[in-house]
Structures are given as structure tokens and as C-alpha cells.
T-cell receptor, first 114, second 117 residues
Framework: GDSVTQMEGPVTLSEEAFLTINCTYT??????LFWYVQYPGEGLQLLLK?????DKGSNKGFEATYRKETTSFHLEKGSVQVSDSAVYFC?????????????FGKGTLLTVNP | GAVVSQHPSRVICKSGTSVKIECRSL??????MFWYRQFPKQSLMLMAT?????????EQGVEKDKFLINHASLTLSTLTVASAHPEDSSFYIC?????????????FGSGTRLTVV
């Protein structure tokens, strides 16, 4: 079945540091890939997405590129801020058919210190 | 943008009582809703998928008699935790699939923190 593996945290960085959170997936065909962010005590917010190979999703300084050859969708940001502290989830949605279920990775807690 | 309003945000109840959690789509019609459970420091576990006007489809291992889902209208889905016990304490999140597929795909409620004492 489909699965998503993302790097285990927690990740602790200083403000303005470079961030990478690795995400790889297993799925047939060409799934859609997502990064969601969850702030403490809240639900999930879509951060960015990509629907086909070589697409780059970007939002609020975050970027991720859909790499079919390595089945990866790593999240990056060049300069993190304290306000980026949250849990980040990588997720996929299968391609085709009527299966709309999202499969999530386990989440990575990011803490950014001033 | 499409918003799902989830209430209550926090609830504390006594063991043996039932708790209802509501999710309302405010500016769109939600044909399909998903209900998740999140344990501390863990990922989201899909509990069930509900389609308006039909019975919910539960994931393996989820007790349908314990977690009652109703999706009677295109703007409201409810999750009732029946005869709650301390082990049901968790963070519950609903999500609606946006149709037709938009750049966002899904929108999530803000979650409900259930504590059973």
C-alpha cells in the first residue's frame, strides 16, 4: 500500500538557519504530494503541493520539488523564523480512481530558537 | 477560501457519557468528509470517511459503534464518541474534500481536544 516516510524529529534550529525535512513516498503511478503544517493546538493547514513530476510547490519561503526518480518531496526553507515552529506533515493522495484518502507521514516537529 | 468550522475546540467529559463533535463547511458543500484521530506526538490516523447521505466507511480497527459518524447534509458532519472512556481522550480533526479539485484539495477543521475523566 501507499506510504510516506519523513525524517524523524524533533528538529531544532536557530533563526535564519537553512531547513530541510526529508520526505519519501511509496505509491503506484503519480500521486499528488502535499506538505501540511500544524501549529500547537490547531488543525492542519496546507503549506504547498505538487501534482506531477518535477513540479515545485512553494509558499511562504518554503519549497518542495516532486522527484519521481527518487520518489521524494523534501521540504526546504532558506532562512527559518521563530514563527515557523510547528509540526510539518508530508502527505500523498493516490492518482486516479475514486480514492481520495490522504496518507500522512508521522510528522516532524520543528523548533526555531531566536 | 473554503473553511471548515469544527466545534467544540475543547471538551472535558465524564467517563460513560457521550460527546458530539461537529464540523460545518461554511462556504462550500462538502460531499466527502474525513475524520482523523491524533495521538500526542504522532501522526493523523484516519478513522472514517463519510459521504453525504450514506453510511460512513470505517478504517480497520475503528469501532463503528463507539465512533458514530453522521453526514446528513452537505454542510454538516458529526462524530459522536459514545460512552467515552479515558482511552478515547485524543485530538480529533475533520477534513473536507474540496470539489472540484482546487489548488488546495482538502481543508481541515481546527481540531477538538477531548479529555475523558
Amino acid at each position: 500500500g501507499d506510504s510516506v516516510t519523513q525524517m524523524e524529529g524533533p528538529v531544532t534550529l536557530s533563526e535564519e538557519a537553512f531547513l530541510t525535512i526529508n520526505c519519501t513516498y511509496t505509491a503506484t503511478g503519480y500521486p499528488s504530494l502535499f506538505w501540511y503544517v500544524q501549529y500547537p493546538g490547531e488543525g492542519l493547514q496546507l503549506l504547498l503541493k505538487a501534482t506531477k513530476a518535477d513540479d515545485k510547490g512553494s509558499n511562504k519561503g518554503f519549497e518542495a520539488t516532486y522527484r519521481k526518480e527518487t520518489t521524494s518531496f523534501h521540504l526546504e526553507k532558506g532562512s527559518v523564523q521563530v514563527s515557523d515552529s510547528a509540526v510539518y506533515f508530508c502527505a500523498l493522495r493516490p492518482s486516479g480512481g475514486s480514492n481520495y484518502k490522504l496518507t500522512f507521514g508521522k510528522g516532524t516537529l520543528l523548533t526555531v530558537n531566536p | 477560501g473554503a473553511v471548515v468550522s469544527q466545534h467544540p475546540s475543547r471538551v472535558i467529559c465524564k467517563s460513560g457519557t457521550s460527546v458530539k463533535i461537529e464540523c460545518r463547511s461554511l462556504d462550500f458543500q462538502a460531499t466527502t468528509m474525513f475524520w482523523y484521530r491524533q495521538f500526542p506526538k504522532q501522526s493523523l490516523m484516519l478513522m472514517a470517511t463519510s459521504n453525504e447521505g450514506s453510511k460512513a466507511t470505517y478504517e480497520q480497527g475503528v469501532e463503528k459503534d463507539k465512533f458514530l459518524i453522521n453526514h446528513a447534509s452537505l454542510t454538516l458532519s458529526t462524530l459522536t464518541v459514545a460512552s467515552a472512556h479515558p482511552e478515547d481522550s485524543s485530538f480529533y480533526i475533520c477534513s473536507a474534500r474540496l470539489e472540484p479539485a482546487t489548488k488546495d484539495g482538502y481543508t481541515f477543521g481546527s481540531g477538538t481536544r477531548l479529555t475523558v475523566v
